[in-house]
Every structure is written in C-alpha cells, then in structure tokens.
Nanobody, 123 residues
C-alpha cells in the first residue's frame, strides 16, 4: 500500500493550497481517508476525515470553515483544499487510510500512512 501526498509548499497568510493524496495497493473506495498534521515540536493532530463514500465528513474545529476534504474514488485520490491559511497551519500534513467503522479522529485507528507533505505559511 502506498499513499503519496503532494501539494505542500510555502505560502503567505490568507493564501490557499490544495493537497492531494494518491493511493495505490488498496481498494480505495472501501477505506475512509483522513488528513493529520504535525507541527514542529508538537504532537500529530487530526485535521479532517471522509468516509469511503464521502457522505460522512469531519473536521477539527481549528480548520472548520477554511478546509475542505473531498475524494475521487475513480482516481484513488483524496484532497484537502485549504483556504485562509494561517501561520499556525504550518506543519507536515499526512494522509491516512482506515478500515471503516473506527473513530476517524484517532490516528492510531488508521491502517496506512503517507510520507507527508510540508506546508509552511508565512505571516
């Protein structure tokens, strides 16, 4: 199984960025997908998650209204559209895949992880 995250970069506060995570080696439409992030010196935290069919979506309070998670099961890809970025959004962003039926906010409940993509937001 491979999860390849991409789309990170250096942006200014207020800018937008879209992350992508391409999955291979698994039956993508049978897995819930999530995005997590880890800032320097901080613990990994939940950002957003989407159920296998896209009907159930959850966001961390810190990103609600600014980030949008979506998926394209035909392309085996999950996206994270980030808008109104803030310096505190600076982190390495990881995508993860989960067998359905588990809590989607808990990183330990995810089965597969990507390598991460760095997002840096300057003030």
């Amino acid at each position: 199984v491979q999860l390849q995250a991409s789309g990170g970069g250096l942006v200014q506060a207020g800018d937008s960025l879209r992350l992508s995570c391409a999955a291979s080696g698994l039956t993508f439409n049978t897995y819930a997908m999530g995005w997590f992030r880890q800032a320097p010196g901080e613990e990994r935290e939940f950002v957003a998650a989407i159920s296998r069919g896209g009907r159930t979506i959850d966001y961390a309070d810190s990103v609600k209204g600014r980030f949008t998670i979506s998926r394209d099961n035909a392309k085996n890809t999950v996206y994270l559209q980030m808008s109104s970025l803030k310096p505190e959004d600076t982190a390495v962003y990881y995508c993860a895949a989960q067998v359905p039926g588990r809590p989607m906010r808990v990183g330990a409940m995810f089965d597969y992880w990507g390598q991460g993509t760095l997002v840096t937001v300057s003030s």
